[in-house]
T-cell receptor, first 113, second 111 residues
Framework: SQQGEEDPQALSIQEGENATMNCSYK?????LQWYRQNSGRGLVHLIL?????REKHSGRLRVTLDTSKKSSSLLITASRAADTASYFC?????????????FGQGTTLQVKP | DVKVTQSSRYLVKRTGEKVFLECVQD?????MFWYRQDPGLGLRLIYF???????EKGDIPEGYSVSREKKERFSLILESASTNQTSMYLC??????????FGPGTRLTVT
């Protein structure tokens, strides 16, 4: 059962530009998380935003959450070639303390040097 | 740093073989997960475990089983591998609800 839907599916930008990815979900959440995956590797946790938070920063990453619209965005500022990867949002719908997540299909970001 | 390891990076098996994928985490996490990842379908949860010997089905458990005899180890078993189980398999562990830590993945090809 897919929850998170990411938009766009693919994004290509020049180094130094900002990249924005969006995620929408369908039912209420405890928190929403963003992950990065380099080609052929496992996912790496980037940032978690709780349902009562509206914005969170981590280095060049900024995440916003709008629970009324059931959507989130991930902004990567001053992108670098090393940011080239797939980015996934994942939602925690509070099924006990299992940490179970539902992942979106991801946005593939290419940053050209 | 949390480390999640998977027994193989690449694996080639024949149709009908029994396949074991092993996952080990070194941070005493209660929760462990097995996903498969296919192009255009994202990550789909196969099974997860929230304690030793405890398991729950995910979204696509058919054709798979799991075993968790020790807290640090979570095994995924393909009882009789089929070509439609060719995929990237990802294991993850999680302390509670603070995010998941992933292994490097096993790319399984069933011929």
């Amino acid at each position: 059962s897919q929850q998170g839907e990411e938009d766009p599916q693919a994004l290509s930008i020049q180094e130094g530009e900002n990249a924005t990815m969006n995620c929408s979900y369908k039912t209420s959440i405890n928190n929403l998380q963003w992950y990065r995956q380099n080609s052929g590797r496992g996912l790496v946790h980037l940032i978690l935003i709780r349902s009562n938070e509206r914005e969170k920063h981590s280095g060049r990453l900024r995440v916003t959450l709008d629970t009324s619209k059931k959507s989130s965005s991930l902004l990567i500022t001053a992108s670098r070639a090393a940011d080239t990867a797939s980015y996934f949002c994942a939602t925690d719908h509070g099924s006990g303390n299992t940490g179970k997540l539902i992942f979106g299909q991801g946005t593939t970001l290419q940053v050209k040097p | 740093d949390v480390k999640v390891t998977q027994s193989s990076r690449y694996l080639v098996k024949r149709t009908g073989e029994k396949v074991f994928l092993e996952c080990v985490q070194d941070m005493d996490h209660e929760n462990m997960f097995w996903y498969r990842q296919d192009p255009g379908l994202g990550l789909r949860l196969i099974y997860f475990s929230y304690d030793v010997k405890m398991k729950e089905k995910g979204d696509i458990p058919e054709g798979y089983s799991v075993s968790r005899e020790k807290k640090e180890r979570f095994s995924l078993i393909l009882e009789s591998a089929s070509t439609n189980q060719t995929s990237m398999y990802l294991c993850a562990s999680s302390p509670t609800t603070r995010g998941q830590y992933f292994g490097p993945g096993t790319r399984l090809t069933v011929t």
